[in-house]
């Protein structure tokens, strides 16, 4: 009797959801015409669809097949996950913070030239970011933020004209 | 042609413009979040400020470095630069961090470096003829022999032929994200004017192979984020023992990969994968096929050369693109008033011999620069990881939105991150993720041309025989190892089930980008080696 879910048998159930999902959405879409005979919009994805539905039936049998054999897998310690949510948390900020600030400043009548939202965003993240691995001593960390925040403006805004806000 | 190939290069401005590319092209190579194709599409505005031979010398000169520079940080750092090097790190990694990265550099750079020579060498001689026979592959060719390629990295990319069908097909079903290339119509655009232009590569391959290596450290942090990365890089130079042990595998890849170049739609990393199965089947001893083989570092790094020159050959003669790198070499002539066709050899023979001329100076410059300055290009690499890590998030921002100065791409980029993480975390291989994405287009685009063809029946794949022959091998090379696993379980019916290693399937299993290998069943396992045996019981 299966008691627990492993990755195989929920990725396999995802998969097929998934599917099923797409499935939908592709009916939902306008068919395509066909050109000259070729199938239409709607051929490719569906062909994918029932691809991944049968590689999702196959993970999810996988799955069943493992357990049943009586593999046992070792409790997950989430204590390890904190620092990848931490990041995923201050990646996600530093983007949002970014792609926002101008907009947000030019509400308030304040107006950032071209490039220093990036650098200010990116300066504030580097240090905080430096700071949460490790580098305690914040005159180092400081020095390494304003280095690596300079080198980048120069090379990618500077040089390569790329057009940061 | 050879001869005004070389005197197109004795020009000052053409041999700096090209030292130039090449000393960006390995420096961009290297560092992890930017890439060769965003730094041609970056440096284009700048290649059209500069009279036509220095411009289009930079350009050849970033692509051909490039190319080599993925290799370093593939190597050092797990992270391919570009798709092709993606093949490199199988091997070139386990050698780095055995601390034989110099060793494996070295290789990866002679290697390269034989594979961009041989290539042009023979395209020089043979495009008119090679340029013939590609233009009589049609769409069931040119879509059976895309299919062979994306099923073998499938089934080379992990141990699980499953989980590496399955990353394929995700990666294949983001590329429907968009206006449907033959009629327009949206495709899970859900009224995002941004996701009619499709996901765009560069955000996603950026994100797919550079931030799940910044989250898996942070799963460990402490004393390790201290350390640098790659820092034991020893001797460079490869030794005449080396040399010569690579030279048969090379000598096949950069075949391999010129013939593949040729055909639009193939690209660097079909070769050079394939080149690596092909040489690993052709190994009198395979066993250390993905635990650091030079061969596997020469056949991956020869081939992914060798198709520059291939990729040439259909952009100079039929003003195709061989690959997303060449697409925007197109452009670039373009904007240098160039038509790339037939007509190109005999209206313009100068620029032609150019193109070659500075391919040829390219490569011998990589090789000069590589192993005079690679310990240099090197030391941006050893920097302590809690230095390094958060540059990397901050160059893939960069790089994401230096593409088209969108946030929307930056977005994806970390989509992407995050999805490739969740997928290494549970055993799924995400360089097949990369390649439908990369290889989905062509896919599709000829599935449907072939369709047309034929009136809607399938049976035209059946009826060319090229096509017939890799379709075959396609099927081969997905099903055959479960059925041999499946024939050797029921012969031997008192053996151990579920393990053991059938002799056709691959002998070198990796989950190619974290350091750490996920459990069988994806919970928290400890860090351990990149490299998954048959033996440890996964999925077949």
Redesign the interface.
Request: no cysteine; proline share 5%.
């Given at each position: 009797m299966v008691r627990r879910i492993n990755s195989d048998m929920a990725w396999g159930t995802g998969l097929l959801l998934f599917c099923l999902v797409v499935t939908l959405l592709i009916l939902d879409q306008p068919a395509g015409d066909s050109v000259r005979g070729a199938p239409g919009a709607r051929f490719f994805p569906l062909l994918l669809v029932g691809s991944m539905s049968v590689l999702g039936v196959a993970l999810t049998v996988s799955g069943i097949g493992s357990l049943l054999d009586g593999k046992e897998r070792a409790p997950i310690d989430w204590r390890r996950f904190g620092g990848v949510a931490t990041a995923a948390v201050g990646m996600f900020a530093y983007v949002y913070v970014m792609s926002h600030l101008r907009g947000w400043a030019r509400n308030v009548g304040i107006f950032f030239p071209r490039g220093t939202v990036f650098a200010l965003t990116t300066a504030l993240f580097l240090f905080v970011f430096f700071r949460y691995l490790g580098e305690r001593r914040w005159q180092a960390n400081a020095a390494l933020t304003l280095a690596i925040t300079g080198v980048l403006y120069v090379g990618f805004i500077s040089m390569l004209d790329v057009r940061f806000p | 042609m050879l001869e005004l190939a070389v005197s197109q290069i004795l020009v000052v401005d053409v041999f700096l413009a090209t030292l130039a590319g090449v000393l960006l092209g390995l420096l961009i190579g290297a560092m992890p979040g930017l890439n060769v194709t965003m730094a041609l599409a970056?440096?284009i505005?700048v290649s059209i400020a500069l009279p036509t031979g220095p411009g289009i010398a930079l350009l050849v000169g970033i692509f051909m470095a490039g190319m080599t520079g993925g290799a370093f940080s593939a190597i050092l750092l797990n992270i391919p630069g570009t798709p092709a090097s993606a093949a490199t790190l199988l091997d070139g990694h386990p050698l780095a961090k055995r601390g034989d990265g110099g060793r494996a550099l070295g290789i990866a750079v002679s290697a390269s470096s034989f594979g961009g020579v041989v290539s042009l060498l023979i395209l020089m001689l043979v495009a008119p003829q090679l340029a013939n026979v590609a233009g009589r592959f049609g769409p069931p060719e040119v879509f059976a022999l895309v299919l062979f390629g994306v099923l073998i990295i499938a089934g080379v990319s992990s141990g699980s032929v499953?989980?590496g069908?399955?990353s394929t097909?995700?990666g294949?079903?983001v590329m429907?994200i968009g206006l449907?290339p033959?009629?327009s119509?949206?495709?899970?655009t859900f009224g995002i004017v941004e996701l009619q232009r499709g996901v765009s590569l560069i955000p996603a391959m950026i994100g797919l192979f550079a931030?799940p290596q910044?989250?898996e450290a942070?799963?460990?942090?402490g004393s390790e984020?201290?350390a640098g990365i790659g820092t034991r890089v020893g001797r460079v130079r490869p030794s005449f023992a080396d040399l010569r042990f690579i030279v048969p595998a090379s000598m096949r890849s950069s075949g391999i990969g010129t013939a593949l170049g040729i055909i639009p739609g193939t690209n660097g990393a079909v070769a050079a994968f394939m080149a690596y199965e092909i040489s690993r089947r052709a190994a009198k001893d395979s066993s250390k096929f993905g635990d650091g083989d030079l061969r596997g570092i020469a056949s991956a790094e020869a081939s992914n050369s060798g198709i520059t020159g291939g990729a040439m050959v259909p952009l100079l003669t039929l003003g195709i693109p061989g690959d997303n790198i060449t697409a925007v070499l197109l452009g670039a002539l373009l904007l240098h008033g160039l038509a790339p066709g037939p007509l190109l050899f005999d209206d313009s023979p100068d620029v032609v011999a150019l193109i070659f001329g500075a391919l040829l100076l390219a490569n011998l410059l990589t090789v000069l620069v590589s192993f005079g300055g690679l310990k240099a290009f090197v030391q941006v690499l050893r920097v302590p990881k809690?230095?390094l890590?958060?540059?990397i998030?901050?160059?893939s921002?960069?790089g994401a939105?230096?593409v088209s100065?969108s946030?929307f791409d930056?977005?994806v980029m970390?989509f992407f991150?995050?999805l490739g993480?969740l997928l290494t975390r549970?055993?799924?291989p995400i360089v097949p993720v990369l390649i439908g994405i990369v290889l989905g287009p062509a896919l599709?685009g000829n599935?449907?041309?072939s369709?047309?063809?034929?009136?809607?029946d399938f049976g035209i794949f059946v009826q060319r025989p090229i096509a017939a022959t890799l379709l075959v091998m396609a099927l081969l090379v997905v099903f055959g190892p479960p059925l041999w696993k499946y024939a050797r379980r029921r012969s031997t019916p008192d053996g151990p089930?579920?393990t053991g290693e059938p002799d056709g399937q691959s002998a070198s299993s990796v989950d190619a980008t974290v350091s750490a290998s996920?459990?069988?069943?994806?919970?928290?396992?400890e860090p351990a080696s990149t490299h998954q045996r048959p033996n440890e019981?996964r999925?077949g």
């Open positions: - | 970056l440096l505005p499953v989980k069908l399955v097909a995700l294949l079903f429907t449907d033959l009629t119509t949206p495709r899970f931030i910044v989250l942070l799963r460990g942090r984020l201290a809690r230095v890590f958060p540059v998030v901050v160059l921002v960069a939105y230096a100065a946030f930056v977005w970390v991150g995050f993480y549970h055993g799924f599709e599935l449907r041309r369709l047309a063809l034929s009136g809607g089930a579920g996920p459990g069988q069943d994806g919970d928290d396992a019981g999925d």
